[in-house]
């Protein structure tokens, strides 16, 4: 099973491209093996920003609403909140802090033992215990 990261439901849901067609491939794949389709509230927020940003809002936000029809939202929990504590210390005393966005959706995937398709690996490779797929 699989959270799928911002930068896989914004390349998925895009223009005819080389990364809409590798996103498709990946999608196609969770959906034929009868996986549950999963992304977190934070990805979500993430989409928001899309929706504010854009000069046509309304038509931003049926779009987004599209896209995450078909995914079941993952929250961020106590368990989230601890791992989150730990990958941070982890990388902070390794002199490799990352954005916070993207170890609160680490911490997520981790706690609910899914590995997560992104194309952004190198802001999830230091995170322990995160599997990470790429398209």
Same mark, same amino acid.
Do not use: C, P, Y
């Given at each position: 099973m699989a959270v799928f990261d911002t930068t896989f439901l914004i390349d998925w849901s895009g223009r005819e491209s080389a990364l809409r067609?590798? !996103?498709?491939?990946? *999608? *196609?794949a969770n959906v034929r093996a009868a996986e549950p389709l999963y992304t977190t509230r934070l990805n979500v927020a993430e989409m928001w +920003? /899309?929706?504010?940003?854009? $000069? &046509? #809002?309304?038509?931003e936000l049926e779009r987004v609403q599209k896209i995450l029809r078909g995914f079941r939202v993952l929250e961020f929990d106590a368990s989230a909140a601890e791992v989150f /504590?730990? &990958?941070? !210390?982890? *990388? +902070? %005393? #390794?002199g490799r802090p990352i954005g916070d966005m993207d170890i609160l959706i680490a911490a997520i !995937? +981790? %706690?609910? #033992? &899914? #590995? *997560? $398709? %992104?194309?952004?690996?190198d802001h999830f490779r230091e995170i322990r215990g995160l599997v990470v797929e790429s398209y």
């Open positions: 067609t590798r !996103a498709e491939s990946v *999608l *196609l +920003i /899309g929706v504010h940003r854009s $000069v &046509q #809002r309304d038509r /504590g730990e &990958q941070s !210390a982890h *990388l +902070i %005393t #390794r !995937a +981790i %706690t609910n #033992r &899914q #590995r *997560l $398709v %992104t194309r952004n690996v």
